[in-house]
């Protein structure tokens, strides 16, 4: 059985500042990890994942995650947020032999304010 | 523009109408899902089709009918709603046991309101 719990509903956070979003898993086997963005009247789109090598993984719009096994944890972070940046953000673990199915986290809403 | 379509955008239909959602991917992926998101919930996974055959349903309404005519369409049948059915009606699709280690991708979902 695979799990995902997101630690916070929401984060407000002004522009420019950094943000953490944070997510813990819990898998039996080993899992590959994402993080997935839906901006307001859109569906969701991938952000960045981990499946194997280097533990961070970064997207090209300045996000970055790193995957700590030890503390099974894949938390989110940017250095300087924009206010384009305001979205619903969704973690999400899949792994063998479950391959075939993902299991979402419940989102967190991050609001950039000016 | 993604590589799954889904339509319509948005429905609005009555409690006694019929009316079914399409979603087609253009990926060639095997494996096609729909997911319910509705306002203040976590997203829900509603039926997974994996090779064409349903291996999930996640004790769904019978008022909600899948139907999956090949690995690249996806229908959701709709019948006899209630309003607390409305919701956005999201399809993805994914390459089961591939290198990409079931990356899903999303449709841009179909508004559904029940009136």
């Known amino acids: 059985a695979q799990s995902v719990t997101q630690l916070d509903s929401q984060v407000p956070v002004f522009e420019e500042a950094p943000v953490e979003l944070r997510c813990n898993y819990s898998?039996?086997?080993?899992?590959?990890l994402f993080w997935y963005v839906q901006y307001p009247n859109q569906g969701l789109q991938l952000l960045l994942k981990?499946?194997?090598?280097?533990?961070l993984v970064e997207s090209i719009n300045g996000f970055e995650a790193e995957f700590n096994k030890s503390q099974t944890s894949f938390h989110l972070r940017k250095p300087s947020v924009h206010i384009s940046d305001t979205a619903e953000y969704f973690c999400?673990?899949?792994?063998?032999?479950?391959?075939?199915?993902?299991?979402f986290g419940d989102g967190t809403t991050l609001t950039v304010k000016p | 523009e993604t590589g799954v379509t889904q339509t319509p955008r948005h429905l609005v239909m009555g409690m006694t109408n019929k009316k079914s959602l399409k979603c087609e991917q253009h990926?060639?992926?095997?494996?096609m899902y729909w997911y319910k998101q509705s306002a203040k919930k976590p997203l829900e996974l509603m039926f997974v089709?994996?090779?064409?055959?349903?291996?999930e349903n996640n004790s769904v309404p019978s008022r909600f009918s899948p139907e999956c005519p090949n690995s690249s369409h996806l229908f959701l049948h709709l019948h006899t709603l209630q309003p607390e059915d409305s919701a956005l009606y999201l399809c993805?699709?994914?390459?089961?046991?591939?290198?990409?280690?079931?990356?899903?991708?999303f449709g841009e979902g179909s508004w559904l309101t029940v009136v």
């Open positions: 993805a699709s994914s390459q089961v046991a591939g290198s990409s280690g079931n990356t899903i991708y």
């Open positions: 898998s039996s086997v080993s899992v590959y």
């Open positions: 981990y499946l194997s090598g280097s533990t």
């Open positions: 999400a673990v899949s792994g063998e032999p479950n391959a075939g199915k993902s299991t």
């Open positions: 990926l060639g992926h095997n494996a």
């Open positions: 089709y994996s090779l064409e055959e349903r291996v």
